[in-house]
């Protein structure tokens, strides 16, 4: 994927760095692959900007960040407004419920003191639609 199609909304970019090919996206520099796009995102405990040498010497294809590195990298830098909604933006969807929850059959607990047995049989002979 394209790094511009990644970034599409949170930076523009110009054609050189549109053009950098990308296979995933990572805000951690221990699990950087070749070909990463790294997010340094700031914590309270440490700056992303931190590792982002760390992680162009693990192979990633740029580094994408709030503020510019202090050191030159020897892999492109984009310089967005919220390095946390580029990361959101960026990241893969997670999975999403099956798409007919009202398909499933709907199970109801039976509660109370009387009349369990008599209200399962009842469930249980009625039509598989219910």
Do not use: I
């Not at 994927?1 to 523009?12: N, R």
């Not at 929850?101 to 598989?128: E, H, I, N």
């Amino acid at each position: 994927m394209k790094l511009s199609a990644l970034l599409s909304d949170s930076a523009t970019l110009d054609a050189r760095l549109a053009a950098v090919d990308a296979s995933g996206v990572t805000a951690d520099s221990r699990s950087v692959k070749r070909g990463d796009v790294f997010v340094a995102v700031p914590g309270t405990k440490a700056d992303g900007m931190q590792f982002a040498a760390q992680a162009a010497a693990a192979g990633a294809a740029a580094v994408v960040g709030e503020r510019t590195p202090a050191s030159p990298l020897s892999v492109p830098f984009v310089q967005v407004a919220n390095v946390r909604r580029a990361l959101a933006l960026a990241s893969p969807r997670p999975l999403l419920p099956s798409p007919a929850p009202a398909a499933r059959p709907r199970l109801r607990p039976s509660r109370g003191r009387y009349g369990k047995r008599s209200a399962t049989r009842r469930r249980a002979s009625a039509p598989s639609a219910w």
